[in-house]
């Protein structure tokens, strides 16, 4: 099945050349040139996974991202051409997937957005094949809905939000280093810094706080990494 990637940009250069090397590699691409439009648009019919340009007329990115998180969870890149290091980890904090510095290559743009869909793909693949269910005390993880719950209330994660999760849970009490969280949540092809891990990590830490005010279960281990307390 084709799937489905909505792009959210002003330049109408961009909105061109992108929609026809998506539609070239079998995309189906459906385009908005801001933000506000892109919000109803994105809550009818959500997408596979979205890009957004950060700097847009209307509602800029980060305000459609923040929007969008209320009520879809489909993975979303970034698209900016800011150099200030906050956008970033901000946009992280927010939900965001991952991000691409304008001016990007074709070929890097291919190989992110193949990426994110394959860690949302292989995440529910590789539950059905491993483990139906992984049940850590009050914590859920069902991959084959990419649903989780935490006293049975559901929390909800994105794509590489719930693949972190799911690495640290697996296996409760071991540590996991950053590099080892990095290739569970974007395999070993792509590479992103520590404070990309460390951001996703914090998210995941207040989405289970906004359910429980005394979630602690994942720990850090300063220098070291992260582990899922074993109860």
Known sequence: MRKNIALVDDDR???????????????????YNDGASALEGLNQAPPDLAIFDIKMPRMDGMELL????????????????????????LGLRMGADDFIRKPFSQRLLLER?????????????????????????????????????????????????????????ERPGHVKNR???????????IYVDDRTIDSHIKRVRRKFREVDGEFEQIETLYGIGYRYRDA
């Open 13 to 31: 250069n961009i909105l061109t050349s992108v929609s026809m090397l998506l539609e070239a590699e079998g995309f189906q691409i459906k385009t």
């Open 66 to 89: 923040n929007r969008i998180r209320k009520t879809q969870h489909f993975p979303v890149i970034f698209l900016t051409s800011k150099d200030e290091e906050i956008d970033e980890v």
């Open 113 to 169: 957005i193949r990426a994110v869909l394959r860690r949302a793909d292989t995440g529910t693949a590789k539950g059905e094949a491993a483990a139906e269910r992984i049940v850590r005390g009050e914590l859920v993880l069902d991959p084959s809905r990419h649903q989780c719950t935490w006293k049975g209330k559901e929390v909800h994660l994105t794509v590489t939000e719930f693949l972190l999760l799911k690495s640290l849970a």
């Open 179 to 189: 590099d080892q969280l990095m290739d569970a949540a974007y395999g070993e092809t």
